[in-house]
């Protein structure tokens, strides 16, 4: 089982639609998560980080943790033809020093 | 503010040559710096990853190497490319209290 794991994708979602981006990991101990999007051709940029169970709530995105289900998700609201990139979920992995380890993103395309 | 710096933004090598990538962080000092590989439509993998100064990490077994010769300066090398190493590779820094990765602009090498 990979450490952490999203869908490939494409995910593709009419514009003004919910977008839901899914991530499961494998470390029970994990305290960290972070989701990141990734344009064509750019570096990750970092839009969410969750610490505990629950929703967290930035702008048209939503966090959603569940530690005992290991599963963290990615809402966006709204979703804009600008959203469409590639998503990355990335879980700090305490059993090997707290690194941060990536899925492999999902491609999410947003159609006006 | 902090702020992070890769270079060169693009390279293109022939197999067997060498390769020196620098990157440097501005505002923050002591930072956890990270140094990821991310091939063709592929997550993200860790290289290597330092806690200061002439402490290197490494995570992969391969061709390459990094050092860390200053508090914020941190650089991918190797002395003899393959075709294999050919990707965008990222460097990062890590805000202590949160965890999260912040990445620079980074740079893709072409080995042909």
């Known amino acids: 089982q990979k450490e952490v794991e999203q869908n490939s994708g494409p995910l593709s979602v009419p514009e003004g639609a919910i977008a839901s981006l899914n991530c499961t990991y494998s470390?029970?101990?994990?305290?960290?998560f972070f989701w990141y999007r990734q344009y064509s051709g750019k570096s990750p940029e970092l839009i969410m980080s969750i610490y505990s169970n629950g929703d967290k709530e930035d702008g048209r995105f939503t966090a959603q943790l569940n530690k005992a289900s290991q599963y963290v998700s990615l809402l966006i609201r709204d979703s804009q033809p600008s959203d469409s990139a590639t998503y990355l979920c990335?879980?700090?992995?305490?059993?090997?020093?707290?690194?941060?380890?990536f899925g492999q993103g999902t491609e999410l395309s947003v159609k006006p | 503010s902090q702020t992070i710096h890769q270079w060169p933004a693009t390279l293109v090598q022939p197999v067997g040559s060498p390769l020196s990538l620098e990157c440097t962080v501005e505002g923050t000092s002591n930072p956890n710096l990270y140094w990821y590989r991310q091939a063709a439509g592929r997550g993200l993998q860790l290289l290597f990853y330092s806690v200061g100064i002439g402490q290197i990490s490494s995570e992969v077994p391969q061709n390459l190497s990094a050092s860390r010769p200053q508090d914020r300066q941190f650089i991918l090398s190797s002395k003899k490319l393959l075709l294999s190493d050919s990707g965008f590779y990222l460097c990062a820094w890590r805000r202590s209290n949160t965890g999260e990765l912040f990445f620079g602009e980074g740079s893709r090498l072409t080995v042909l």
């Open positions: 470390d029970r101990v994990s305290q960290s």
């Open positions: 990335a879980v700090n992995i305490w059993n090997q020093g707290g690194k941060l380890i």
